[in-house]
């Protein structure tokens, strides 16, 4: 006879099948994510170890993992202790039901949680939910390492909030660490009240019948508890609320308003009062075990909840508004002087501009630094022209252009340099192989180096470092040209293997070289191996014969990947650039600390954060991978934070080799944010910035798509009443909805006055026009639209190059390139440029031909202006007939290749030579 189970017992019989796999896969799922992470972690402790960060590594691990432990311990406990108590008061109800009515006259209908009820084993169901859902929030939680280790570390800011009189640094580190708790016992809380009803529904505690919920006694009694754990959390909330009144924008300023402090505070010591009595009544119920106590409780908070919001909106639409200025005065002079501390912009110097119509010839003679440093090469045009004259392969790449300063033949001269890097995904398909990508193609070659003011007779830049291996033509000799460390993102590569590396083409061939440096981890033996293939998921490691013991895998080559990989608590700013220094290449890198918790300050535009320094500098050798972070303001209270908590990682600026420390620069991104914010916060009375009347704003260029404001830009130029010319970043300023210039913003870059930054006023009796007028007469000039129409209409393409305002002495001069292509051309020449001054306008081939166009020589003069590689010089006739005649040469050429555009271009630039020529010999 064969016995068959039918009926309810087959989804019994599946229950408790599910019921003994549920804690097995739950375990295989922590083993393989522990697998994960072990795999990780054990790469970053050798990539530490290898680059000499180990320290770090430790500090930051050992942290996460007490975080990890701490958060998973404490939600793991509570949430187990929460169910335990939902399982053990739900059976006592159900035990006591059954016990109620045993013999029920009528059938009950069916109980769809019978099976679950009965069947699973809710010991180790509730400790392996609550141990999964802890690792969930564990998981979360420990992305907040720095915030608790900031807390631990902190360092006094030094001066006291002006509401509640408490250290800055309370703000900075101790409230985000508050937060951060408080948010945790929130979701724990609400994770408890979720695995808490589902127990009580399965068991019956909670149930609907189709017209209205009901609760067992022993579900109201645990819900009871959790209620009144929630509103203790809630009344410590309201606590922390306080302090976040000074982040509260109300349209007028950022921080604690009149309202605030007047109604929202005091009603915040309501709701805290309300919160505890709340509690209180809520755990009393435990006892009582009646669902109308807390849910009276609860509606009665709900409705002060919201009639505190609608008290303080009526407060401020009633009371407030009609007299916002008077009332708000005091808390709006806050707002600005620690929003000015915040930025430092409490540190910029103010000084009066006359914006004079004075120069003269030989204030530009007094000036040569300024005249010889004017940029006319944009990075757009230039990045076409050296990827058509430098890149060599198309393997090769040109990330960015950078500009700095370097001394050269005696001279201070502003120049833009490039690194030349490999992208081996550029090459060709056929050559896409794992060897190519991973073995071969490892490093890029060398950096090209041009002035920015100076061009060949073609119009092309002049090259001070050119070429593969590099060429030094004027510029400093680079010994070590090997960049396995850059801006391009590139795949991990092996160094020191079995085969040499591509070092770079010689005509038809390639010359190959080893690595000899100290980059890369070691991989060693198999079982390094094994963990870097299962690291980068590429069994290729594991398989490839060019792989040896001795040889180094390379990651995390990209600088900034780098540096957030050792130091991921600072931001770093968009911009790095390349250095060569002592024949290296080396990449500097500003890195900010930021904070979004300095009382009272505005966000920055388009940033999460409220205060900023440009603490760190970090130094990226582009051959070793070597990273070395100096600290150059320890004066800042969280730059000081991470070197109690990191002592080894940063290094004092002093320590920076000289030559290095020369090429230091102010960040553009810091002076952007600052610039945005100085726009309002110049305004220092609180009735001027309440009522905006003097707001300023970037000036308005030509662009591609319409008018774009100006970006900030570097320069060589002399500050009036100094010696000598110094690096500067610099932004022009114009009043809100006018184009007319008001004032100019200055950050000095060289030593000793690094950092300061200085804004020049202008006479507000006095019109200054700004860039987009200078554009509007450039466009109206006859003679340069017709000839701009000629170009473009001869298959040529006319580019404008940005405008610049050149401050020298104390007037103001505007100078832009323009740029000529061919309509399918990718090769652009600098062609002309165009300079303004007063009210003259006037386009030329060379600078020095506009300058002298400008500023007429005064008769005694020898010769008119002349620019040669940064230096004024006297041109001789002999000179401007022979270039003349060199255009000419040039004009037949492109005249028989059918290059209209060229032929058009080389007549423009003789017909200028002999019209100089005859103002010549009209003169004598």
């Known amino acids: 006879m064969t016995i068959g189970i039918t009926g309810p017992g087959r989804p019994l019989l599946r229950q408790n099948a599910v019921a003994a796999l549920l804690p097995a896969a739950i375990v295989l799922g922590i083993c393989l994510i522990l697998m994960w992470i072990t795999g990780d972690i054990l790469v970053d402790w050798m990539w530490f170890s290898a680059i000499g960060y180990l320290a770090v590594f430790w500090t930051a691990f050992g942290t996460k993992l007490a975080v990890f432990l701490a958060v998973f311990a404490a939600t793991s406990v509570i949430l187990w202790a929460n169910g335990w108590i939902a399982v053990r008061q739900a059976r006592r109800a159900t035990q006591a039901s059954s016990e109620l009515a045993p013999n029920a006259a009528v059938a009950s209908p069916p109980d769809p949680f019978e099976a679950l009820r009965h069947g699973l084993p809710w010991g180790p169901v509730v400790a392996g939910g609550a141990g999964f859902l802890a690792l969930l929030v564990a998981w979360v939680e420990t992305g907040n390492w720095d915030v608790f280790l900031r807390f631990l570390y902190q360092v006094p800011y030094g001066a006291n909030d002006p509401l509640y009189g408490k250290d800055i640094g309370f703000y900075l580190f101790s409230l985000p660490a508050y937060l951060v708790i408080k948010n945790w016992l929130l979701v724990t809380l609400f994770l408890s009240v979720l695995a808490a009803g589902a127990i009580h529904w399965v068991h019956g505690g909670i149930a609907y019948d189709g017209q209205r919920w009901s609760m067992s006694p022993a579900a109201v009694a645990h819900g009871s508890a959790l209620l009144g754990v929630f509103f203790a959390v809630e009344a410590w909330s309201y606590g922390l609320d306080r302090y976040l009144l000074l982040y509260e924008n109300n349209g007028v300023l950022v921080g604690a308003s009149y309202t605030g402090v007047h109604v929202d505070l005091p009603l915040l010591w309501v709701l805290i009062g309300l919160s505890i009595a709340a509690a209180c009544a809520a755990w009393t119920n435990v006892w009582l075990r009646s669902y109308r106590l807390p849910a009276a409780t609860a509606l009665f908070f709900g409705v002060a909840f919201v009639l505190t919001g609608v008290v303080a909106g009526l407060f401020q639409r009633m009371f407030v508004k009609p007299n916002e200025l008077d009332l708000e005065r005091p808390y709006i002079e806050r707002h600005i002087t620690l929003t000015r501390q915040a930025y430092n912009l409490d540190q910029i110097v103010t000084k009066a501009f006359p914006a004079e119509q004075d120069l003269s010839f030989n204030a530009l003679q007094a000036n040569r630094a300024t005249i010889d440093n004017i940029r006319l090469w944009d990075r757009q045009p230039l990045a076409d022209t050296y990827a058509q004259l430098q890149e060599i392969r198309t393997y090769y790449k040109f990330h960015d252009l950078y500009v700095d300063r370097y001394w050269l033949d005696g001279a201070y001269q502003s120049v833009i340099v490039a690194a030349r890097e490999m992208k081996s995904s550029l090459l060709p398909p056929n050559a896409q192989t794992w060897v190519n990508r991973h073995i ?121 990947e780098r540096i957030r990989t050792i130091a991921p608590f600072l931001t770093l700013d968009r911009d790095p650039y390349l250095v060569i220094s002592d024949g290296r290449l080396s990449w500097i890198q500003d890195a900010y600390t ?44 969280i730059a000081a934070t991470y070197q109690r908590i990191f002592p080894s990682l940063f290094k004092p600026f002093a320590a920076m080799p000289a030559d290095l420390a020369t090429h230091i620069r102010y960040p553009e991104d810091l002076f952007l944010i600052q610039a945005q914010l100085y726009q309002s916060f110049h305004m220092d009375v609180p009735d001027v910035f309440y009522n905006r009347e003097d707001l300023w704003q970037f000036p308005r260029q030509p662009a591609a798509r319409g008018p774009a404001p100006m970006v900030p830009y570097y320069i060589i130029m002399r500050l009036p009443g100094e010696a000598q010319a110094e690096f500067f970043l610099m932004i022009p300023m114009v009043p809100s909805r006018r184009d007319n210039m008001i004032a100019w913003l200055a950050a000095r870059c060289d030593a000793p006055d690094y950092g300061k930054l200085i804004v020049y006023e202008f006479p507000k009796d006095k019109l200054v026009y700004g860039p987009f007028q200078i554009e509007a007469r450039i466009n109206q000039n006859t003679e340069i639209s017709q ?51 007063g009210e003259n306008v006037v386009m030329k081939e060379t600078l020095a031909e506009a300058l002298s166009a400008l500023f007429p020589e005064p008769s005694t003069a020898p010769a008119p202006l002349a620019i040669r590689t940064g230096t004024l010089a006297p041109v001789s006739v002999a000179k401007q007939v022979q270039e003349a005649l060199d255009h000419y040469h040039r004009a037949m050429e492109r005249l028989k290749s059918g290059d209209w555009a060229g032929f058009g271009a080389e007549l423009d630039g003789m017909r200028g030579l002999l019209e100089n020529l005859s103002r010549q010999s009209a003169d004598r």
Do not use: C
């Open 787 to 837: 000839q701009l129409a000629l170009w473009n209409q001869l298959g040529s393409r006319v580019i404008r190059g940005n405008l610049l305002v050149i401050p020298i002495e104390t007037s103001i001069l505007y100078v832009s390139p323009l740029y000529l292509r061919a309509e399918h051309g990718y090769l652009p020449e600098l062609k002309r440029v165009i300079a303004a001054y």
């Open 594 to 637: 930021t904070s979004r918790y300095f009382p009272y300050a505005q966000p920055a535009p388009d940033h999460d954060l409220n205060y900023i320094r440009n603490a760190v500098k970090v130094v990226v050798d582009a051959y070793h991978g070597t990273v070395d972070f100096y600290l150059i303001d320890p004066a800042d209270p």
């Open 440 to 560: 071969l193609f490892t490093h890029g070659n060398g950096a090209v180096m041009s002035p920015v003011t100076s061009k060949s007779a073609e119009g092309l830049p002049l090259l001070y470092v050119r070429d593969i291996p590099p060429v030094a033509d004027g510029g400093p000799p680079i010994r070590e040209p090997r960049i396995y460390y850059g801006r391009e993102t590139s795949p991990y590569v092996i160094v020191k293997a079995s085969t040499p590396e591509f070092d770079y083409p010689r005509g038809k061939d390639n010359v190959y070289a080893s690595y000899d440096g100290t980059g890369g981890v070691p991989i060693g033996g198999i079982l390094r191996t094994a963990i870097f293939a299962h690291y980068f998921n590429d069994v290729n490691l594991l398989l490839s014969d060019y792989v040896t013991a001795d040889s180094r895998i390379m990651f995390r080559r990209n600088i900034q």
